[in-house]
């Protein structure tokens, strides 16, 4: 089993790397990224906003997210592999050097005040077990919160309604708004049922993490 879950890792990796290859070329400029995020304010910038397509959910932290991940997920959207209207929408006047600046913006934002209790881990033995069988911490480390490559999210304190309608997303037959095109991704969701992937999530977003909101002053 865990010779399968290396190999769907490092199968990720080549995918991802592949994706976004051309756009982690581009340097990213904190400084600009922050005069190009009024799109995303509206909704990553307010504690707790919901978005309701496909489903109600709370829209996820992305401050101190990787920059890298940022890139390829943003790249993603702009390119059709993730189908959602209202991304697909926010990212199709982007370049790759916008996508680079505001991934550059929000990896750094609130990092100073980043404090993750390691300790505060909640044992869920239902949980942990089914983490073990999808492999999640051999691509997004021991803690969820240390992928071990950078195109790969911080998933630990995220959202666990929005982290059960991302993995759903994966599940999701070809659909031109709703789903994710990731292979490796779909091939674990697949092995799930919903109350199981429901039961990961709200785990995950138990966990300490680095991932926040952050309501800048200049917004309020």
Do not use: W
């Not at 990212?91 to 100073?112: M, P, R």
């Not at 759903?168 to 709703?178: F, I, L, Q």
């Amino acid at each position: 089993m865990k010779k399968l879950v290396f190999a769907h890792c490092a199968l990720l990796m080549a995918l991802v790397s592949g994706q976004s290859s051309m756009a982690q070329t581009v340097e990213g400029n904190v400084t600009n990224g922050r005069q190009k995020v009024a799109q995303c304010i509206g909704c990553h910038g307010l504690e707790g906003y919901h978005a309701s397509f496909p489903e109600v959910y709370r829209v996820p932290k992305i401050a101190g997210q990787g920059a890298k991940y940022i890139v390829s997920a943003l790249t993603a959207y702009q390119k059709g592999e993730r189908r959602h209207p209202t991304m697909r929408g926010v990212t199709s006047n982007l370049n790759a050097q916008d996508i680079a600046d505001v991934a550059a913006y929000y990896a750094t934002l609130g990092a100073a005040s980043a404090q993750v209790d390691s300790g505060a881990v909640r044992a869920n033995a239902s949980a942990m077990t089914l983490i073990e069988k999808g492999g999640c911490k051999s691509c997004h480390g021991d803690n969820l919160s240390t992928p071990v490559d950078p195109s790969f999210p911080k998933i630990a304190g995220q959202y666990a309604d929005f982290l059960l309608v991302a993995l759903k997303s994966y599940k999701t037959e070809p659909n031109a708004v709703v789903g994710r095109g990731n292979p490796v991704m779909g091939g674990i969701a697949k092995q799930f049922s919903t109350k199981e992937l429901k039961v990961m999530a709200d785990y995950i977003g138990s966990l300490p993490g680095e991932l926040k909101v952050v309501q800048e002053s200049r917004f309020r």
